[in-house]
């Protein structure tokens, strides 16, 4: 799973370096897993400080030498494999809330941009962005 979200192709020696290199730079900077992937994928990450980080620079250059060969591939695969949307607490109690008061407009639209999660809609923007760091943290749990 992680070589699709990341565009490699063909296996090669370093792949799990690679993999677990970028994860412990997201988790040290502290940056959200979802959009991470899609900057790769398109160069733009709103506010965040792993693009700062001068392991990430480094990391990003030989993920970028990584798969050069087979570019237009790679990206196309990691379209595929990272949703550009996913359903984000603080947007799904949104609009719930919003519901509860008589107005679905907010729940529809975002019932709409998850029936698509992998298409970018620029538009709908605001749904990328993870919660402030004033929102309250969720726990959520699987299971029966």
Not at 75 to 85: H, Q
Not at 91 to 120: C, D, H, Q, R, W
Not at 128 to 140: E, L, N, V
């Amino acid at each position: 799973m992680m070589k699709k979200k990341l565009g490699l192709i063909s296996n090669e020696e370093n792949d799990k370096a690679i993999i677990s290199e970028l994860l412990n730079l997201m988790y040290n900077n502290q940056s959200d897993y979802t959009n991470t992937f899609r900057y790769l994928i398109n160069n733009k990450l709103p506010q965040n400080k792993l693009l700062n980080d001068t392991g990430f620079i480094a990391w990003e250059q030989k993920w970028k030498n990584r798969i050069k060969q087979n570019q237009e591939q790679a990206l196309n695969l990691m379209v595929d494999n990272n949703p550009a949307f996913i359903p984000r607490n603080h947007k799904v109690e949104e609009a719930l809330k919003n519901a509860e008061n008589g107005s679905v407009k907010s729940f529809n639209t975002l019932l709409n941009i998850l029936k698509n999660p992998y298409t970018n809609l620029i538009e709908y923007e605001d749904y990328q962005k993870p919660a402030p760091p004033s929102d309250k943290i969720y726990k959520t749990f699987c299971g029966t």
